[in-house]
């Protein structure tokens, strides 16, 4: 190294193709090669200089480090001091170079006393035997005298054999899966386990890519070689412990996790990951300990702050804490520091309904999937509380973007199929029922409620069909008969009372078939009987008259039998303009089936032709609150209300069938009788 600052300034910057890592992302130090030799063979170094640095092995070059102004003796002195190599390009002019002696003496005063520098003898064309000094004799030696070629191969082998080559691919590896690109570091990490099989570092972070690629059985055979070979060393613990929580088996991760967190409590690494596979395993508790440690060393992690909102809103959710408004203000950290996290606009969201906030919920998972459109959670999260709020067409929406994205999601086709009822599209309902039970045949709710749907499009029997098959599950968990669709639908069908009847008279599941069978063959047609008769006009008396015979012939304690008996009997009564006959059956009728919306129907009819408004009236909207879909019936009521000079109620109902029906063929009827009115809407 023989020349001015000035002509060091001057010289070639490094080559723009050197892209190695400006630090190595673990803390480590990158490796460097410092090169020293004599100026006047410069136009042979930078060539090697050049492909070294191509090949990726970092060097330090005079010409590329020293700027004018530069000390050259402090800038040499760093340059040494950070680099883990020495190449001494000998030759003739070499051998007589004083800042060649001076460097090698450096380094080798620094070798002897820490070993942390080596030294190889590069011999340049030209260079003779005589030309390598005693001291690096026994010295590593790369020859360029036969060929350049054979001296760069030589070169690289040098690094690709020792371990601070393996340093050098390891870096570039960590730096790779810092970046996310997992793909390209795990092969990288294999190179350096195949050089020295002993890199420790490398084999924990192939560890974590696995993980992360979702290879865990090979991630498990790393992490247990480390703690097999490693035992004192937390982070190998560590990441065995989250591999194996990760893998189900909790008994072993959580051991490694608590003796990992034990051995190094100041270890925040190691917390946070133990945080990340308690919440995994559904400790709550013990997660939250961990992700408030790191925030208290750290305020800024805010994946420990989104960790934490999790860990509390589980614990919320279970009634094991009130922190609801700490997991709130954890989420808010998080979406102000990271405003495009979706799953944090999401969980903001749910907290924020927890806390009764609807509005501001439904503003963040709108966030959510604005940032993520195909976030099924969000969507599903949104639709509920559209419904919740009124918004049944917005519910709808997003219901079906869900199921878009999750199509065999049985909760998700359950819900689209209710608000697919409310809306009253009952052939769409239908077909998205039976839908749910092709996913899911047990789901006995989802029959009860197609089972209603069913008849109100007066498909009787293939209702009665399904709802057999919910009275048969029912027998067979009790637990069902609390649910409220059970029930409704129950009460919608005479079918279902007898069943009922049925098993309080001492009938199994086992003899349930039986009494379908009966009521399709018995019931089912005198109830057809009774149609087939109102239908006709004038009354066929005769045949009227065998009628009421055969219906008042019914004898039985079955509350299906008697719902048939008195629901015909008061329909043949009203129709012959007998209304306090009809009034009386219809209300045994209500007395043994409470959700018959039909038979309420009917009972208002008789009240309201028998003058009797005010209880008219209430059994239409007794009828509507059993099926709130049916536009024809709020048309109907309003009328009512609106005859009987109740004008307040009959635009609060005309406001309801706008709201529920806006595209009927009646809506702008409705529209004007309101703006007569002189309603606000």
Request: proline fraction near 4%.
């Amino acid at each position: 190294m023989e020349a001015s600052t000035a002509d060091y300034a001057s010289q070639l910057a490094p080559p723009s193709e050197s892209n190695w890592l400006s630090a190595m992302s673990l803390g480590k130090k990158k490796t460097t090669l410092f090169l020293s030799y004599s100026h006047k063979d410069r136009d042979k170094v930078l060539p090697i200089a050049i492909d070294l640095e191509r090949s990726e092995i970092p060097v330090w070059l005079d010409r590329w480090e020293l700027r004018a102004g530069d000390s050259i003796i402090d800038k040499v002195n760093k340059g040494i001091g950070i680099s883990d190599y020495l190449a001494v390009f000998l030759s003739p002019s070499a051998s007589k170079s004083k800042w060649v002696r001076a460097e090698v003496n450096a380094v080798l005063i620094r070798e002897l006393a820490r070993k942390s520098v080596s030294v190889l003898v590069v011999l340049l064309p030209q260079c003779r035997d005589k030309d390598v000094p005693a001291l690096l004799q026994d010295k590593v030696r790369i020859d360029f005298r036969t060929s350049y070629l054979t001296g760069v191969s030589d070169f690289l082998e040098v690094f690709r054999q020792t371990k601070k080559a393996a340093d050098l691919l390891f870096g570039r590896a960590t730096r790779l899966l810092v970046d996310g690109q997992v793909d390209k570091a795990i092969p990288i990490f294999r190179a350096v386990l195949e050089k020295y099989p002993a890199h420790y570092e490398a084999m924990n972070n192939l560890g974590a890519a696995y993980l992360d690629k979702g290879e865990d059985d090979d991630a498990l055979s790393l992490f247990e070689t480390l703690v097999r070979e490693q035992p004192n060393t937390a982070i190998y613990k560590n990441g065995l412990g989250v591999v194996l929580v990760k893998k189900g088996l909790l008994e072993r991760g959580l051991k490694e996790l608590r003796e990992s967190v034990s051995m190094a409590p100041e270890d925040y690494q190691c917390r946070f990951s133990a945080g990340k596979s308690f919440l995994r395993a559904g400790l709550y508790r013990e997660a939250t300990v961990e992700y408030k440690v790191v925030i208290q060393h750290d305020p800024e992690n805010i994946r420990a702050w989104y960790g934490l909102g999790q860990a509390l809103s589980e614990l919320v959710k279970s009634g094991e804490t009130d922190e609801n408004r700490n997991a709130i203000e954890a989420y808010r950290k998080v979406v102000a520091s990271e405003p495009g996290f979706a799953d944090a606009f999401n969980n903001l969201g749910s907290a924020l309904a927890h806390s009764g906030n609807l509005v501001e919920a439904r503003q963040n998972w709108e966030q959510a999937v604005s940032l993520q459109p195909r976030k099924p959670d969000a969507h599903r999260n949104l639709a509920r509380v559209c419904f919740h709020l009124g918004h049944v067409r917005e519910s709808l929406m997003h219901f079906k973007a869900a199921l878009s994205i999750e199509p065999s999601n049985v909760s998700d086709q359950y819900d689209y199929s209710r608000v697919l009822g409310r809306l009253g599209r009952k052939e769409d309902a239908i077909r998205e029922y039976y839908k749910v039970l092709k996913l899911d045949p047990n789901h006995a709710v989802a029959r009860a409620e197609l089972a209603m749907v069913l008849r109100s499009r007066g498909a009787m029997e293939q209702a009665v069909y399904e709802l057999s098959k919910v009275e048969l599950q029912a027998a067979a968990e009790p637990n069902l008969k609390e649910a409220k669709s059970y029930k409704e639908a129950k009460s919608y069908f005479a079918i279902l009372d007898m069943a009922d009847s049925s098993v309080q008279t001492g009938f199994t599941a086992d003899t349930f078939a039986d009494a379908v069978q009966h009521a399709i063959s018995v019931t089912w047609p005198l109830a057809k009987r009774v149609k087939d008769l109102l239908e006709c006009d004038p009354l066929d008396q005769e045949a009227m008259a065998n009628l009421i015979q055969d219906l008042k012939s019914m004898k039985s304690d079955n509350p299906a039998v008697g719902c048939i008996l008195h629901d015909g009997l008061g329909a043949i009564a009203l129709r012959e303009n007998n209304f306090r006959d009809a009034i009386g059956h219809f209300r045994k009728s209500v007395e043994l089936a409470p959700f018959g919306k039909w038979t309420h129907e009917n009972l208002a009819a008789a009240y309201w032709k028998d003058g009797q408004f005010g209880h008219a009236i209430e059994e239409w909207e007794y009828a509507i609150e059993i099926d709130p879909s049916d536009c024809l019936l709020m048309l109907r009521v309003a009328i009512a209300y609106g005859k009987h000079g109740l004008v307040t109620q009959a635009i609060q109902c005309y406001e309801r069938f706008l709201e529920r029906c806006p595209k009927h063929e009646m809506a702008s009827t409705v529209r004007e009788l309101l703006d007569k009115y002189g309603s606000a809407s």
